[in-house]
């Protein structure tokens, strides 16, 4: 009866405690600007496609290891006080760069950036749901991802800023984006130290075992397979984009990095849409428009010759991809109401989708052009489509 009312005082919650929360969303999306790195890091130090999408798979790779343990985590220091511990870890990740651009620096980096977001992304989701009632929940990730979003769509725009005009004020060039994205990681653990924010507490402690044999349940193991190839189409795209123009046009890095910032407005948009639409149409509807959106685009990207075309199927992607990982998530804690922490490392673990779909694609790449990378990313699309006629109506 007691945690019951924990819950229910939790969730009638204030925009004073709503607005944190979503500043730690948009710290979220710093993980994305690993696509827009890459490119730089590959460019300033010649590296083959298979060799700079170990950066972003690198990032992704911690997602297998510490998503479980987070959930274990959360269950004994609550979920507040780990959402600190990440943006902590994700501020020293962005504080590196700064000091230069080696090889082994930047791989340091981007493994804290990785460890950081897999321990926010599996502990932020769950404190939502101490402050949104089950039937607004899909909708308020969403909206989250939408503010996500907003830093992911940035991170390229600065970067080529910083290229062009801040390396002669500050010498940096396009590594400025990691000074400022710092300070506002240093900003966000302000913002939520001083807010209060009311948890239930777990009847037990789980272990390792106990949440992997979450994945034994035919649903949350399906979920678990849609968030991986939702993030590595996710990753893939961010990454893959620019190359694609630069291929088959001949454009510079600086001009094709557009590309990039273009999917993540499409992004940005279907998920400030998706928090409405989700409130009034059914997940499994909307989730098959979303997925049918994406089809079209991997058919457009692989063909695709022209400056209009690619920016169309890139447009696409973004658009359709947007709300997958809030519809997915959503339906695998509804599933399993009893174990949010345990089910939030398993989902958050799936995303170590986007250390297996770049090798993938940086392999497929050097064999046979940016058509191999789209031919990666299409399979998981094929997924997504028969996962469809899973989601609950």
Not at 91 to 112: C, D, H, K, N, R
Not at 144 to 165: D, M
Not at 229 to 252: S, Y
Request: proline share 4%; aromatic share 12%; glycine share 10%.
């Amino acid at each position: 009866m007691k945690q019951t009312q924990t819950i229910q005082l939790a969730r009638k919650s204030s925009p004073a405690q709503i607005i944190p929360v979503m500043f730690c969303f948009f710290a979220m999306g710093f993980v994305d600007l690993v696509g827009t790195a890459s490119n730089y890091v590959q460019k300033d130090l010649g590296l083959t496609d298979s060799q700079a999408n170990l950066f972003p798979s690198l990032v992704f790779f911690w997602f297998l290891i510490f998503s479980v343990p987070t959930g274990m985590l959360m269950n004994r220091i609550g979920r507040k006080k780990t959402v600190l511990l990440s943006l902590a870890v994700t501020a020293v990740s962005l504080v590196l760069p700064i000091f230069g651009e080696g090889y082994w620096l930047m791989l340091t980096a981007f493994s804290l950036l990785g460890i950081g977001n897999a321990i926010m992304q599996t502990s932020l989701n769950p404190l939502v749901s101490n402050l949104i009632s089950g039937d607004r929940l899909a909708s308020t990730l969403t909206f989250g991802q939408f503010v996500k979003a907003i830093a992911s769509f940035l991170a390229p725009i600065i970067a080529a800023w910083g290229a062009t005009t801040a390396f002669v004020t500050f010498g940096l060039g396009w590594r400025i984006l990691f000074v400022i994205y710092a300070l506002v990681s240093f900003l966000s653990v302000a913002v939520l130290g001083a807010t209060p924010i009311e948890e239930e507490r777990p009847d037990k402690a789980s272990g390792v075992g106990e949440c992997l044999r979450l994945l034994g349940r035919p649903f949350i193991l399906l979920c678990f397979l849609g968030i991986m190839c939702h993030v590595g189409i996710d990753v893939g795209t961010n990454t893959t984009a620019p190359k694609i123009i630069m291929e088959r046009l001949g454009l510079p890095l600086e001009d094709a990095s557009f590309a990039t910032g273009l999917y993540f407005i499409f992004r940005t948009a279907g998920c400030f849409l998706g928090a409405f639409l989700l409130r009034v149409m059914s997940p499994r509807l909307f989730f098959g428009i979303s997925v049918v959106m994406m089809a079209v685009s991997m058919g457009l990207l692989w063909g695709g010759e022209t400056l209009a075309v690619i920016y169309t199927g890139i447009a696409l992607v973004g658009f359709g991809n947007s709300n997958i990982f809030s519809v997915v998530f959503s339906q695998a804690l509804i599933a399993a109401p009893k174990e949010r922490n345990e089910v939030s490392g398993l989902m958050i673990m799936g995303l170590f989708g986007g250390t297996i779909f770049p090798l993938a694609m940086g392999y497929a790449a050097d064999a046979a052009g940016q058509a191999g990378a789209v031919a990666v990313m299409a399979a998981g699309v094929i997924y997504l489509l028969f996962y469809t006629l899973k989601i609950k109506k």
